[in-house]
């Protein structure tokens, strides 16, 4: 593992080679050893010899490199499979994995999966597709442990040993009513620390944390996280147990959301392909709609300054402090917007917090504006005015821009704390109001509170 | 779960009123159907109320909730035990809790928890303290099921009945040698569905992915989500089976990473408590030395105006257009560079892959920048000057800008993929290299560009 770059490389050239000189029996010894994600990270860079490697793999470890290929990858192999191959693959199979794939396929694709697919899994991957995006129902599995309450420990054990292969896990077996209703559930450490003849009702834990099929995706994986289990039962409105998400799931969908919100941040709408995935043009559109909405709103700070031109013009020295006024402010900005978003999307702020936020940024920008304007003060006189001989750079002037200074950072902190807790509050994803649109925003604050000072102590 | 803000205002109502009216066995039954972590969140809002509430949980789930707390409350908790207490609670945690807490107490604290766990449990801790911050070895447990190769599955499962209460994890067990040398690993779930004289050599699986002590916690984790294992085996130089690095612990550590990212994206160096549990100071201190030094960087940027300065007051209007060029360069900047430092972080990008990162942001950049000139042509045209009438702009002013976009985008975009793959090379954080790194050097680039062009084109 973590393998080094040469490692790599080394290991790639040596699967080249046996794929020219027809080694198959050499290539799967080398094969054979790896982890199914580093065998399928391997194929992404074969191309078309990715069809000869993976059937040189014994059925369980192809099922594995199947699942963690790119959708690209498996299209291209199922293309490949005859219908008896591709009914093995299938089969092997956990279900949650077969629908990420089926989601992925085109609808030719899909056909072919589901007339291959036996009829009960047919059904539960058609159930599953039911559900939205996002869903905790659409990452679900069906395949789970189910025991009822009269069992002894023992059954239950027989009924583990002779399901078991089929199911995603064991490690958390749920108790159910006739009814499917769910009524418990205990770890396969408590049925193995138990006496054989203890009987369920009596030793499963009731206090159960379940979640709905339409709960959001993300929020049943923070909550998984938060209490350390290993998975959590999904129930339906009727409170029947329907499916059950696992704990490797919920790391991914995790990992997803933030990739998500960093992009966000960033200005992009969010992309699920990795960055060397995806094409040109598609990276083009999720970047352009911010870059053309926060470029016409940027115009409004060319305006403001467009009114005090004439101020400019008879202070020209006032317009060389303005990238260095306005680069802070958004700054600031967006140090106070982003621990407020991570604050937001970890569950450590709420709303109902806004006070306690604005508080804190309130005191914070204080002290870090009075520092800047400190600085600032001794930049001016010592670098600008003695070094530089700047004689434009005059004590009112420096005035001015060291008052500008910390007002600005002030206000900064104060939209930048505030706004994402107002776009959580009336519905919308804090995580958009981050950098570039607090930036926008406080530059033509800064320019204004500038423009303000400016004529109030150089009469301009 | 998923407590809505109501639901828990009015848990807490009733706590306080319980505390309030002495009626302890009512507010007991109200706690015990919660999880550990829900009631922990509570006590947090108990102040001083918090041991008197902790001593009405039964033991163990006394002991589940203290791991919860924040080191804060778990201070004034043990400062508030009875040495009975202390050791009652010490010996229901499991070891890398102990190691946790130990961390985070002040040398006193330290010295009485130690004298109250037993030799073994104190032994353990003082191996994994001297572990550096963020390696494997600080965040391991040496609490796992070791079982020998030649045992049966039944002395395995007797094993596991025997000594199971006390480990972390049962779910994997590692098969060692006299010399504890790692051999192998197996699942209870390949225990329990394998037949009961099997042997375990014969049964464990000899693949083995293994850490060592001092890899990169982030690494580890990252590599537990990839291969979507419940536990990780840690080994020293010498292959020696130390501790197991459990799937909880290394989701609490990939948050905690993203977390820092984010931070340092946003220009603050990274802290490690909730925002609204750091002092106003330390989130000073955290901000203040990124915003210095940019405000300090920004200057040259200040610098290029005043150098161009007598063509800025021949041609005022270009004034009016730097923040829109500025900002619009920064954004595009940043977008690049925090795709390329997630992928980075996602493993999904190398430096050897910086010329296919180039050229596709190249391109993109093509596409971005001609598509901005063209919608800001458009609005220079029809907005500034038919609807504003500002006959200031020209065609050849509009040409100015128009072209300044087009440059400062392809620069910010190469600046932006660029930078955090140069600065993972040689060893520095690629995260640092975000947004506010990137728009300082973009500002002065994109007004170089912008005054090139009006000299060129407007001849000033």
């Known amino acids: 593992m973590f393998e080094l770059e040469n490692e790599r490389t080394e290991l790639l050239k040596k699967i080249e080679d046996d794929l020219e000189r027809k080694q198959y029996a050499h290539l799967r010894d080398l094969l054979l050893p790896l982890e199914a994600a580093d065998i399928a990270a391997l194929c992404e860079e074969m191309d078309d010899k990715v069809p000869l490697m993976f059937r040189l793999l014994p059925k369980e ?139 369920i009702h009596d030793i499963m834990q009731t206090n159960i944390i379940s979640v709905q099929t339409l709960d959001d995706q993300e929020a049943v994986a923070r909550s998984l996280s938060k209490y350390g289990f290993l998975a959590l039962p999904v129930v339906d409105q009727e409170n029947r147990l329907v499916g059950i998400i696992t704990v490797d799931d919920a790391m991914d969908v995790l990992q997803e959301e933030v990739t998500e919100d960093i992009e966000k941040m960033a200005a992009m709408l969010p992309s699920d392909k990795p960055y060397l995935k995806t094409g040109i043009f598609e990276t083009f559109k999720a970047r352009i709609p911010w870059l053309l909405l926060l470029m016409i709103s940027a115009t ?70 009075v520092a800047l304007s400190a600085a600032n003060f001794v930049k001016l006189m010592l670098v600008d005015r003695l070094l530089f001989h700047n004689q434009l750079v005059t004590i009112p002037v420096a005035a001015v821009i060291c008052s500008t200074m910390v007002c600005t950072v002030l206000c900064a902190k104060l939209v930048g704390c505030t706004l994402p807790l107002l776009a959580k509050k009336i519905g919308f994803d804090p995580a958009v109001m981050a950098s570039p649109f607090i930036t926008t925003i406080v530059d033509a604050i800064s320019l204004l509170i500038y423009f303000q000072f400016a004529s109030a102590i150089l009469g301009l």
Chains 1, 2 share one sequence.
């Open 300 to 369: 409004f700070t060319g305006q403001i300054i467009s009114t005090f031109e004439n101020a400019l013009a008879a202070a020209t020295i006032l317009t060389a402090y303005i990238p260095m006024l306005m680069d802070t402010g958004g700054n600031c900005g967006s140090q106070a917007s982003v621990s407020v978003i991570r604050g937001i999307s970890l569950n450590e702020i709420e709303f109902s917090d806004l006070l306690q936020v604005i508080w804190k940024e309130i005191r914070v920008a204080v002290i870090c504006g």
């Open 61 to 199: 470890l192809a099922a594995e490199v199947f699942v963690e290929l790119d959708s690209d990858e498996q299209e291209i192999l199922i293309r490949s499979f005859s219908n008896t191959e591709l009914k093995e693959v299938l089969d092997e199979l956990y279900l949650d994995d077969t629908v990420d794939i089926v989601e992925e396929m085109p609808a030719i694709v899909v056909k072919r999966i589901l007339q291959h697919s036996d009829p009960d899994t047919r059904k539960s991957i058609n159930e599953i597709l039911k559900y939205p995006d996002d869903s905790a129902g659409s990452i679900m599995t069906t395949e789970f442990v189910d025991l009822k309450e009269t069992m002894t420990v023992e059954d239950a054990l027989k009924r583990i040993r002779r399901t078991g292969p089929d199911k995603e896990t064991i490690n958390i077996c749920y108790v159910i009513d006739d009814g499917r209703h769910l009524l418990g559930l205990l770890s396969i450490r408590t049925l193995l620390l138990s006496e054989e003849d203890d009987v």
